[in-house]
């Protein structure tokens, strides 16, 4: 493991160094402890989000075209992100990394992405977010995914993106298990939006060579003020038809920060149109940026990330994150 996390580490300075005209690397660690109690039953507690992650961005020489990566280096579970099956099933140490295109009015990315879900809560890297105030859907959602999309942005404010990539439901590549997406992302003045459709293709485990689709509706929209944001995720949940809204999920968020050192935030949510979730999130930042921030978070829910029902239980985090940004 430790041989792998260096070669990897080493390979991001080599090619940043050769072939960028800037580059940007952030070392990230992430160390919290959480607890989760459902009703009636004892509380069970393990270290929650810790992690380790690497990020890479930058541009070429043609400031058109930029790069970026995130490594997933270590988690709770090392195994899982270095165990894979196969590389376009499930999740592996690799979250992302492509090459991007970007002009006046076309643009495009090919590599390893994120699948357009219309949901402004996956906007954040997963080290930013967390579990107890997240919604069940980006909790079971596997969104990291390969292909190339196109961009089209017939002005500033407007950009149509179109993708075609594998699907993590997919076993091998023969299965051609594939997922596309269209979204719309949006800006008028202080509200945005970003509207997405999409659906993969999945291999029938249960079934002789049966195949199905699941198809996803997105529908985000946020209000930006001086000091508030104010967002609302609106989503069929993206396990089932376009019109079946049984576990969807309705997410109202309140973002607060007026203070360089204090953030805060709110969340209620309405998970298969039948549990409520609500919860508060607080994040401290001492040095008034994000070199180190301290968060702790606390919620209630009703359904774990399987989307399994669950008695009502609190899950509640306190930890640490670290931001070591180097320049080159």
């Known amino acids: ?159 149509l993106e179109v993708q075609f990539l594998t699907s993590p439901l997919m076993e091998k590549l023969s299965d051609k298990d594939f997922a596309w997406s269209v979204a719309w992302r949006g800006e008028f003045g202080r509200f945005s939006t970003f509207w997405a459709l999409n659906q993969q293709r999945y291999t029938d485990l249960t079934e002789e060579n049966g195949h199905g689709f699941v198809t996803m509706v997105g529908f985000g929209n946020c209000l930006t003020l001086d000091h508030v944001k104010i967002t609302l995720d609106v989503t069929n949940g993206g396990y089932g038809n376009f019109s079946d809204w049984s576990r969807s999920e309705f997410t109202a968020r309140l973002d607060w920060f007026s203070n360089d050192m204090f953030k805060a935030g709110a969340v209620v949510g309405l998970q298969h149109l039948e549990k409520m979730m609500y919860g508060f999130n607080f994040q401290y930042l001492p040095f008034r940026n994000d070199t180190l921030r301290i968060h702790a978070s606390l919620s209630k829910r009703g359904y774990d990330n399987c989307y399994r029902e669950l008695n009502d239980y609190m899950v509640a985090s306190l930890g640490i994150t670290y931001n070591l940004h180097l320049n080159l």
Not at 48 to 53: A, E, I
Not at 146 to 159: K, S, Y
Request: hydrophobic letters at 40%.
């Open 1 to 159: 493991m430790k041989k792998t996390l260096i070669f990897w580490l080493a390979q991001i300075f080599t090619v940043s160094s050769i072939f960028a005209q800037s580059a940007e690397i952030t070392i990230t660690p992430r160390f919290e402890g959480e607890m989760t109690k459902p009703q009636s039953e004892k509380a069970d507690f393990g270290f929650g989000m810790s992690s380790l992650y690497a990020f890479v961005d930058g541009n070429f020489r043609n400031e058109n075209f930029s790069y970026s990566a995130s490594l997933h280096l270590l988690s709770t579970d090392p195994a899982y992100l270095y165990n894979y099956k196969a590389p376009f099933t499930n999740g592996t140490w690799l979250d992302w990394a492509y090459l991007s295109y970007d002009g006046e009015l076309f643009g495009g990315s090919l590599g390893k992405m994120v699948l357009n879900t219309g949901l402004f809560e996956f906007d954040a890297n997963d080290v930013d977010c967390y579990s107890p105030v997240v919604s069940s859907t980006w909790n079971s959602m596997i969104t990291y995914q390969t292909g190339a999309a196109l961009r089209f942005t017939p002005w500033e404010t407007q950009m």
